[in-house]
């Protein structure tokens, strides 16, 4: 999902059945959580980008964020 005042991308996530569901934003959520539905949004993310030809150099071009942002945000009622 992605926040409508500012854009940013984040991940409604329900653990299970039993737990409440969580707000987090993108980043947290790839990095605290492992399993399926993190595989299953890589893949995702994977086919969002553009088909080029991978790079000749030997560089790899990392880039992160000025800061890392891990919150927990309370779950949004309807």
């Known amino acids: 999902m992605r926040d409508l005042n500012t854009g940013q991308p984040y991940v409604v996530h329900r653990p299970s059945d039993d737990e409440p569901e969580v707000e987090l934003d993108l980043g947290s959520f790839l990095v605290l959580f492992h399993g399926q539905e993190r595989d299953s949004l890589l893949q995702l993310i994977a086919s969002l980008l553009p088909d ?21 945000i309370p779950s949004r009622q309807n």
Do not use: A, I, Q
Not at 53 to 64: I, L, W, Y
């Open 52 to 72: 080029e030809e991978p790079s000749d150099s030997d560089e790899t071009n990392v880039v992160r964020s000025p800061r890392f942002l891990s919150r927990w």
